[in-house]
């Protein structure tokens, strides 16, 4: 028996492949005959026949075609070239678009019952299921309108030169102005116990989350360093701590040299948060510091003069209209952020992650899982039209389980990533991954949302500032390509952005030319980018199911065989030169093929483009080595007259100080 074609035909519709096998197709060598999954095909000389067969998982379709026998088919090849030419065009890659759907005329459930029947049964099943559903529909569609018309991004940000005189007691006015409650309240918490006076707004009625967040204990410190929580407040906020996280990914149609070992992360993303219950705690600590929170508030356009921000508002319950000003205006809106599109354009994003998931009470078999575990990256199949479908499952509180499915997604006008069609998926395979009858589980809420990513060569390759305005969190797209988290990302460079930015402020610097040096950025973080384009499947290509899984199991598979400590490193934004290099020319070594495959799906463009980064990674190691060991000791004796003589050298040289730590 020898394998020769696996492919994926992208269509649920098993059942179509199957028919169009033995009714439809009429290959042109060999006598047909139809079995229970497709057809064989007999040839007049030798003993020897091929077998085609389909068959489904992940929602859609899988074909192979193996000859049977020890003697060559002369006939073969052209059997292989007509039916993956035929099959193609019965059954080509298609990118749904949801319907358009007027909610004043219908509610959500029977707009999109008959495009997405699973999602609408299973949405009904949940607390808040038809305000949830409506927000994934609106998070979809306001995503797939910035994506399709990146060039002409709408403008919300309007400058003027002119000095404009107060008006007193009419208008709120604050130092700090927030757009965006989720990853806006952390940051804005510390500001308000710093003195500021902080005004947040949430287009959502506040503490609401649409995902859960997990972390370690040592990159939480930070935020208990910084004094916005003490060890014990810390504690309350953990719905759950789990003892080992798994990562492994489907290798049954690898070769032997790519199948892996499984990849233990004990203190990787192993403490559930209560995301709830953080920001409620954050935004009483804002309160507490003399800020305000204005929730059900939507962003709808800022002027920005010379002495101030004016931000004009839509408050969503009574549609009337609000307007504060301040000194600042700081953008958390994450990936609907139209002021992330207007700075910049094009390339606002390169990559997302279209995430979906739900929070699980119960109804799970004992034995299905154990609580004490995670799953932080697993696959349990290959490519599934066009999309390597990659599984999260982190324990949380009270017996709960936390799921997401997600797949890494190259930003493209005709295909910018569906939510709703990842819902469908999530609500159909679930019971693949993790044996359960749906019917059975209690929902407590979904979670959801589209995690970007821009492919850094340097650390001024993206604007994240505007004169009084900067971007934070998500906005920004600053963090790890690997975990795909802005949560993470900010706790760890929390101390970092609000030390900067308080450093502005107290120096009034606050064109975009300064607040352009308060970013996430870091150079190792920057390099790996080209491992998520590894991960993603180019529109409109067709590649071999088994790909993305060899790919992923040759790096996951040597961080397994390395000690613990390079895995946790790797994974939370801390490696260096050498370990990057190292790992890099070993995965190289280990599979030859790997650069091939990702030039291939990368591109010379963005291969090029990555070389940038590598060669700024470089320069960047040998910055850090000369300056290291003597630079952040010269700065702190130079502080006292530095500082106030040069304030603008100075925020660029403490900048630069957080990039060599």
């Not at 052209?78 to 759907?101: D, H």
């Not at 930070?222 to 906020?237: A, H, M, W, Y």
């Not at 994003?349 to 899982?369: K, L, M, Q």
Request: glycine letters at 6%; proline letters at 5%; aromatic letters at 12%.
């Amino acid at each position: 028996m020898k394998e020769l074609i696996y492919t994926e035909i992208p269509t649920p519709d098993t059942k179509a492949v199957h028919n169009w096998l033995k009714n439809i197709w009429q290959p042109k060598q060999g006598k047909k005959f139809v079995t229970p999954d497709g057809i064989r095909l007999q040839f007049e000389t030798g003993n020897s026949e091929l077998s085609i067969f389909a068959w489904q998982l992940q929602r859609t379709t899988y074909l192979k075609v193996f000859q049977w026998g020890n003697n060559a088919i002369a006939q073969a090849k052209q059997v292989q070239q007509q039916l993956m030419g035929e099959i193609r065009q019965a059954f080509p890659q298609k990118y749904p678009i949801p319907p358009e759907i007027d909610l004043s005329q219908e509610n959500i459930f029977d707009a999109l019952a008959s495009d997405y029947p699973e999602t609408v049964k299973y949405f009904q099943k949940m607390p808040n299921g038809e305000y949830d559903l409506n927000r994934v529909y609106w998070w979809e569609k306001r995503w797939r309108d910035s994506a399709n018309h990146p060039q002409q991004p709408k403008e919300v940000i309007f400058k003027s030169d002119s000095t404009r005189e107060t008006e007193i007691n009419t208008k709120h006015e604050y130092d700090l102005i927030y757009i965006g409650g989720a990853l806006g309240v952390v940051h804005a918490a510390v500001m308000a116990q710093k003195g500021y006076r902080v005004l947040l707004i949430e287009r959502l009625p506040f503490g609401r989350m649409n995902r859960e967040w997990n972390i370690s204990r040592d990159e939480f410190q930070s935020l208990i360093n910084l004094g916005l929580f003490t060890p014990k407040e810390f504690e309350s906020v953990i719905a759950a701590e789990y003892v080992d996280g798994f990562s492994k990914f489907f290798d049954a149609y690898n070769s032997s040299h790519l199948k892996a070992n499984v990849l233990h992360t004990p203190t990787v993303l192993n403490v559930a948060i209560d995301a709830e219950k953080l920001l409620r705690f954050c935004g009483d600590k804002l309160l507490q510091g003399g800020g305000d929170i204005w929730d059900e508030t939507e962003f709808v356009r800022a002027d920005v003069n010379t002495d101030e921000v004016t931000v004009k508002l839509t408050h969503l319950p009574t549609q009337t209209s609000k307007e504060a000003r301040g000194k600042l205006l700081i953008d958390a809106m994450g990936t609907a952020s139209p002021i992330a599109w207007q700075l910049n354009g094009g390339r606002t994003f390169d990559s997302v992650c279209p995430t979906v998931g739900a929070v699980i009470e119960s109804g799970f078999a004992e034995d299905v899982w154990d609580k004490d575990y995670g799953d932080v990256l697993y696959s349990h199949g290959d490519i599934s039209r066009g999309r390597q479908l990659i599984w999260e499952l982190f324990p949380a509180g009270n017996g709960e389980l936390t799921f997401y499915l997600f797949h890494y997604h190259q930003v493209h006008p005709e295909n910018p990533g569906s939510l709703l069609e990842m819902y469908e998926d999530f609500f159909t395979i679930l019971p693949e991954y993790r044996r359960c009858n749906m019917d059975d589980l209690v929902w407590k809420k979904p979670t959801f949302g589209y995690i970007p990513g821009h492919f850094s060569t340097g650390e001024s390759d993206r604007t994240v500032a505007f004169d009084r305005l900067l971007a934070i969190g998500d906005a920004a797209s600053l963090q790890s390509p690997l975990i795909f988290t802005g949560f993470g990302s900010l706790v760890r460079n929390l101390e970092r952005l609000t030390t900067l930015l308080n450093t502005a402020l107290q120096h009034d610097l606050l064109t975009a030319e300064h607040l352009n040096q308060i970013r996430a950025y870091q150079s190792n973080i920057s390099v790996t980018w080209l491992f998520s384009k590894g991960m993603m499947v180019p529109t409109g290509k067709i590649l071999p199911p088994q790909r993305i899984n060899s790919m992923l199991n040759t790096f996951f598979g040597l961080l397994a065989d390395e000690p613990p400590e390079v895995a946790d490193i790797f994974i939370k934004d801390r490696t260096d030169w050498f370990t990057f290099t190292r790992l890099a020319l070993i995965a190289a070594r280990k599979n030859p093929a790997l650069l091939i495959w990702i030039w291939e799906m990368a591109g010379s463009k963005d291969m090029i483009r990555w070389l940038g980064s590598y060669f700024s990674f470089n320069k960047d190691a040998l910055r850090n080595l000369l300056l290291s060991r003597w630079f952040p000791s010269f700065l702190k004796q130079s502080q006292p007259w530095l500082e106030k003589q040069n304030p603008g050298l100075w925020l660029k040289l403490l900048s630069l100080n957080y990039q060599l730590r």
